[in-house]
């Protein structure tokens, strides 16, 4: 009998070590989810997309204070007037996307077949630049920010729809964004999950950590540290060098895959970008 | 008016030992004080000390030459610190100065801590999975 319970034991040992090696990202998202329902049991699966305001009651007055006159509009103005000024071949951003470029943002990043890569919405921007003989803007802030700003917010309230083909390469790219996710790194040998699955809801300094989920909905964000909008891996490299890991280029190979990992885990919720955060 | 004489006498007679409690006092905080110095000096981060012994051994071409080495791996890993690149640039500043210590002193830091990047990145390629939630 005894002999039975070891051998199962060591069976369930080794079904544990021995995970597969790409997990599901639809059983992943479950996962999560059900994580943070016991961890914020209250709090309603479409509240995420607010981010830390979801569940930090005083910041939300004050965050609802100033999005009554929305520090990100003028980001989302310059990014209108960019966006439709045509290139010098005659051509704009237009000719680049389906719909126009209107209301796609909510598709974002999504796994190129033919280039073998994840493609997010800032790559598309400057490879439409490039392809049209335009030089590349520089990611993560400025006019960049401020044309991925307006598209994203001609996709607000659309449901996140990120998918990850059923290959081998587009599973691959997912895993590593979730190795990524979940990999302690930099001086002080954090994940991004150390703060915002384990930790979430948790005060580091003065600040409560915002969870993991409805991340991606609201950016670009418009950050008050920033004084002015951002995109999301402007804010990974950030987030990087605050746990003194030495940042990734934006755009790497890693940050895409992370973002692809990242936005698939908000699949479902309505895009509120640009929002504001501190 | 007895009771009072008595009194001042008990006073007298147990004031040395009041003076003495508090010169112990001081004793106390003199040697905590040495304790915590002793700890702070025990404390010093392993590599310190590595620095210490090894800088007088190794030479500074050497070492460079390792730290280069040491580098290339960590960024092939990609967890290079960022605290890292700051002690290399601080090393070839200081060598070139004539600095050769302090230079030798930055070089062993910023290998030691790709070393520490590698065997980090070696770990989290190992068990990055326990931070992820269980199924449930």
Sequence with gaps: MKRKIYLTLAMACNMTVAAPIFANPVTDNETVRTFFADVFPELALDSYVDGVYAIDENAREQWLQIEEFPPYEDAIDEGKILFDTPFLN??????CFDNEGISIKQNYPYFDQEKNKVVTLELAINECRTDNGEQP?????????????YMASTSSGELINVKVPDNAAALAAYEDGKEFFYSRRGQLNMACATCHMANAGKRLRADTLSPALGHATHFPAYRFKWDDVGTIQRRYAGCNAQIRSKPFKLQSEQYRNLEYFHTY???GLPINGPGSRK | MTKVTNLRLVFLLVLPFMLSACSDTDDVSKAVSSTMEQEQSNSKPVNQEIIQTTSKDVHLQDLIHHVAQAKRHAEMHGFVWSTTNALVDKGYAEAEKGNEKIAKSAFQEAKLQFELSMEQAKYAAQHWQLLVPEEY
């Design chain 1, 90 to 95: 005659g051509k704009s951003y237009a000719s």
């Design chain 1, 137 to 149: 803007l520089n990611y993560g802030k400025g006019p960049m920010a401020y044309i991925s700003s």
């Design chain 1, 265 to 267: 885990m908000s699949n």
